[in-house]
């Protein structure tokens, strides 16, 4: 009698709590599958607003040979740091990306590392020229508009530094909120109330699901393959059609406002470590200096990102000038109402111009922050960041809003002639 008492108290007794896995795991978990020389992963997914189930393959093949397949609808690429795509999903026009991801990292890499020699000559040595970067599989979760449902990115990216190849295992015990479910599994809980269940054996997501009234979302993974025969060949990409719309020029521009952000990040973060050591003296010749280099990396990285926001207005001022060209044209002599009409029409156009740049500054300013890890001093970290966003509006200026206006400016006076 005593010993089923003790057994039923034991069971009305709550369960242990579960365990959060530590940091030792997830760095296993990097390192294992840093060093698969292949693999393919197939995942299947499925929505609550349709019935379509759209399968996901992903394929890897060291060192250097990375792709995503959606239903053959869009696929994504990445070899020897090169960034393809092809999608012609229905309903839109087919679209295709071609970046060399990796030779413009190289080439920011390079330049960073050049100014930061001439600024700091005696610790060039201990500013390396390369970055340590590399394709890296992603996968982020964001709640949807009205936080009912899950949005969730499954992409494929060149990392500069990179630490893991499969980015998740980063990002996801980011969050501190993981849970051991059992032996071989952590789950992560989501934004919108969905659930992200790791294997912690493999490292690589086996599902992501919410469900609701209405039933179950899901993203689960079907078959994986740790060591599959692949050659580089496979992870070649078809020619775009001639229908097919170019976006590599935007996809560059973000990808070197990518790298500006990493340069300067790197840069302060180097700062920060040379201070530390007391091998930097951080007076107001170190700040001038280190204004320097921040001055290059941004204005090189602005007007380089802006291309093709530039290449846009210039097509659209060029179509304003040529509409005004005409009115000049067909303007009566001396109908001077006529004539105030239009410089009015150019004065507010002018006006507009100025103030979206105006408005790209503020915004990319106001998102400008140092993170507590990468410069630990408070007080340094301030002193960087107010450096950071000096040296920010002066690029922007020179890089930017100088050209911009002073091209509106030329195009205007040519017609009015």
């Given amino acids: 009698m005593i010993s089923l008492l003790i057994a039923a ?7 242990p709590p579960k365990k959060a896995p530590g940091a030792a795991l997830f760095d296993e978990l990097i390192r294992k599958t840093n060093a698969l020389q292949s693999f393919v ?5 499925s929505r609550l607003e349709s019935s379509e189930r759209i399968t996901v393959r992903m394929e890897y093949l060291a060192p250097d040979n990375m792709k995503l397949d959606f239903s053959g609808s869009t696929i994504v690429s990445m070899r020897a740091g090169v960034m393809d795509l092809r999608s012609s999903v229905a309903g839109e026009p087919p679209n295709f990306v071609h970046v060399p991801m990796a030779e413009m990292a190289s080439e920011r890499s390079l330049a960073l590392a050049a100014v930061v020699h ?13 970055w340590d970067c590399g394709g890296q599989l992603l996968l982020s979760v964001s709640p949807s508009a009205d936080a009912t449902a899950e949005n969730m990115d499954l992409s494929l990216s060149y990392a500069c530094p990179r630490k893991a190849l499969l980015g998740w295992l980063e990002t996801l015990p980011a969050g501190g909120a993981g849970v051991a479910q059992d ?3 952590v789950v992560f809980p989501t934004p919108a109330g969905g659930v992200v269940t790791l294997n912690s054996r493999s490292g690589f997501v086996e599902s992501l699901a919410k469900k609701n009234e209405n039933g179950e979302a899901a993203f689960r993974l079907e078959s994986l393959d740790i060591a599959p025969k692949l050659t580089a060949e496979s992870f070649a990409v078809p020619a775009p059609s001639a ?8 996809f560059a521009g973000r990808w070197h406002e990518m790298l500006t952000a990493m340069g300067g ?8 470590e040379r201070v530390a050591d007391k091998k ?4 107001a010749d170190a700040r001038v200096h280190a204004r320097k280099v921040l001055g290059v990396l941004y204005t090189d990285g602005i007007a380089l990102e802006s291309q093709p926001w530039m290449a846009a207005t210039q097509d659209r001022v060029e179509k304003f000038a040529t509409w005004l060209a005409q009115r000049y044209a067909a303007l009566p002599a001396g109908d001077k109402a006529k004539r105030e009409e239009i410089d009015a029409t150019i004065k507010e156009a002018r006006a507009t111009l100025v103030k979206t740049l105006d408005q790209m500054l503020e915004n990319r300013v106001a998102g400008l922050n ?17 450096l950071e966003q000096g040296a920010t509006r002066s690029a922007f200026a020179k890089a930017l809003h100088e050209p911009a206006v002073a091209s509106f400016d030329e195009r205007i006076e040519r017609a009015k002639r």
């Avoid at 229908?243 to 935007?250: E, H, I, K, N």
């Avoid at 990040?265 to 920060?272: C, D, E, H, T, Y």
């Avoid at 930097?280 to 007076?283: E, F, G, H, K, P």
């Fill in 243 to 250: 229908a097919a719309v170019d976006g590599s020029a935007p």
């Fill in 118 to 130: 001439t600024e700091f000559p005696a610790l060039a040595k201990e500013w390396t020229s390369t």
């Fill in 183 to 185: 032996d071989e599994h």
């Fill in 370 to 386: 140092i993170p507590e890890e990468t410069v630990p001093d408070a007080e340094l970290r301030q002193s960087l960041l107010e």
């Fill in 265 to 272: 990040r790197r840069f302060v973060g180097w700062v920060s």
């Fill in 9 to 15: 108290c034991a069971l009305l007794q709550d369960a």
């Fill in 280 to 283: 930097l003296a951080w007076d």
């Fill in 41 to 45: 992963a197939v995942y299947r997914a």
